[in-house]
């Protein structure tokens, strides 16, 4: 979408909202959606902060690299949404832990290669049938059709959105 059809765009909501149209926000889906997303964040959060003592950011890190041998610090943020800052926090987290560690990339000394000790896939390894277990709890409120399909529609919105 252009620029100016941007502009448009917002200078109709601009004008309707002058017109008296109100927006519920206990009723609008962006609101609704990101609502929703802190609650089964929350909900998972018990999972790694109460018994494995990490930090949505540290266990999005684990989660990653618990999928991989290795991987460019640069690369974890687009996986994980979470910014720069908040991965180099979460990295130093779980260096500090002995969970994760970091060498320079051979090619490039200023990039950043992680990847988990020996402790820290015995962690992951740990934490993951809970994290599945809490999952499968939260979508046995669905029946499968209903999980089908919001399944379609988030990777619908997602490719919309992309």
């Known amino acids: ?59 999005r890190v684990l989660a990653i690299l618990g999928m991989r041998p290795e991987i460019a610090t640069k690369e974890i943020g687009p996986l994980t949404t979470l910014d720069k800052m908040q991965v180099s926090r979460a990295v130093q987290g779980l260096e500090a832990r002995g969970i994760a560690g970091r060498k320079h990339h051979p090619d490039d000394r200023r990039e950043l290669i992680v990847s988990l000790t020996p402790a820290g896939r015995a962690l992951y390894r740990k934490i993951v049938p809970y994290a599945l277990a809490r999952e499968t709890k939260l979508l046995g409120e669905l029946t499968a059709e209903e999980v089908a399909v919001l399944d379609r529609v988030m990777r619908k919105l997602s490719a919309a959105l992309a």
């Not at 765009?9 to 889906?29: I, N, P, S, T, W």
């Not at 997303?37 to 790694?48: F, K």
């Open 1 to 59: 979408m252009g620029r100016s059809s941007v502009a448009r765009g917002e200078a109709a909501k601009v004008a309707a909202a002058q017109d008296g149209v109100e927006l519920d926000l206990q009723r609008y889906f962006p609101y609704r959606l990101a609502r929703l997303a802190e609650q089964v964040s929350l909900a998972v959060a018990e999972v790694y902060s109460e018994r494995f003592a990490l930090t949505r950011q540290e266990w």
